[in-house]
């Protein structure tokens, strides 16, 4: 499969960028093709431009300024995102990259007529996330209601394959994990991983 792994935290000390490594390592030993973004080494601009905010839902969307992630997202068999979860959601950076990049035309169809939206990321037949909250699970699920998780698997994930293939792993509880609640998952992922 060719597969496409996003990755969003400043820092490449990180245990989030050790598990970007991880995933892009796994996937390419069992013979994947992979597509490592790195959307803070890359420089990405996360903000809409007026110009795109202004044609986002017209006849055409100019996303010319990220015409090469478009691309790439449509190239793909499979996504993964890897991130940490800030105030219980995406970093802004990544969420930048879905506001500019899965627009109309790439991620969805848009019927101006009865303001329809038709998903258009067909080609895309697995979607995972792998990802960590400050927060123990309890808090992020029962208190905060785990908004995150219902952006990804309800509003992007809808988008891409019928039937698509999907995970969502997540280390909770990351301001009082330890060397070996960290290992643990990390060694989870690439099992994890490794099925695909």
Same mark, same amino acid.
Not at 26 to 40: C, E, I, P, R, W
Not at 177 to 187: G, I, K, N, Q, V
């Given at each position: ?41 890359? %420089? ?5 431009? %007026? ?5 986002? #839902? ?31 959601? #995406? ?24 303001? /329809? ?10 979607? %995972? ?24 698997? /309800? ?13 969502? #792993? ?11 609640? /960290? ?14």
């Amino acid at each position: 499969m060719r597969i496409q792994v996003v990755h969003c935290h400043p820092l490449t000390s990180s245990y989030n960028h050790a598990l970007f490594e991880a995933i892009v390592g796994t996937l390419a030993k069992n013979g994947h093709q992979v597509v490592a973004t790195d959307l803070y080494r890359e %420089g990405f601009q996360p903000a809409m431009t %007026g110009h795109e905010r202004a044609t986002y #839902m017209q006849e055409r969307y100019d996303r010319s300024a990220v015409a090469e992630y478009c691309e790439t997202l449509k190239s793909v068999d499979g996504l993964i995102l890897c991130f940490p979860h800030w105030w219980f959601s #995406m970093p802004a950076v990544l969420k930048g990259w879905v506001d500019r990049v899965w627009g109309p035309g790439i991620a969805f169809d848009y019927d101006p007529k009865d303001c /329809r939206l038709t998903p258009a990321l067909r080609n895309i037949r697995l979607f %995972g996330v792998v990802t960590t909250y400050g927060s123990p699970w309890w808090v992020v699920a029962l208190f905060a209601g785990n908004a995150g998780k219902k952006v990804l698997m /309800r509003g992007m994930k809808p988008m891409c394959a019928r039937g698509v293939r999907s995970f969502y #792993m997540a280390h909770y509880d990351m301001d009082h994990s330890s060397e070996t609640s /960290r290992h643990a998952f990390l060694d989870k992922v690439r099992r994890r991983i490794s099925q695909i």
